[in-house]
Nanobody, 123 residues
């Protein structure tokens, strides 16, 4: 079983930056992939970015490509989401997720989830 804890959310003005962290504990091995998802009020949870735990392959949603960067520090068992040029439409609860396998871009691909961290971007 994998436990995930997100941090780093907060309130930021449009155009600003935030870095989210996801600390993982449990049996994270090189065969895992990690993902970030987000859910805005009244909307379904949507994919943001994913990364493989060992090779660092990444994949992004079109809406964040060029603005967000996902990375991982295997020694610290932590995944990051650097968010730049934030827009009000990025406001959401951001969730970290883990799966055993390759890159995943759908909720159903993941069976381990964190509790979420709120990101609010003011205009």
């Amino acid at each position: 079983q994998v436990s995930l804890v997100e941090s780093g959310g907060g309130l930021v003005q449009a155009g600003g930056s935030l870095r989210l962290s996801c600390a993982a504990s449990g049996r994270i091995t090189s065969g895992y992939a990690m993902g970030w998802f987000r859910q805005a009020p009244g909307k379904e949870r949507e994919f943001v970015a994913t990364i493989t735990w060992n090779g660092g392959r990444t994949y992004y949603a079109d809406s964040v490509k060029g603005r967000f960067t996902i990375s991982r520090d295997s020694a610290k068992n932590t995944v990051y989401l650097q968010m730049n040029s934030l827009k009000p439409e990025d406001t959401a609860v951001y969730y970290c997720a883990a799966r055993y396998g390759g890159l995943g871009y759908k909720e159903v691909h993941y069976n381990n989830w964190g509790q979420g961290t709120q990101v609010t971007v003011s205009s």
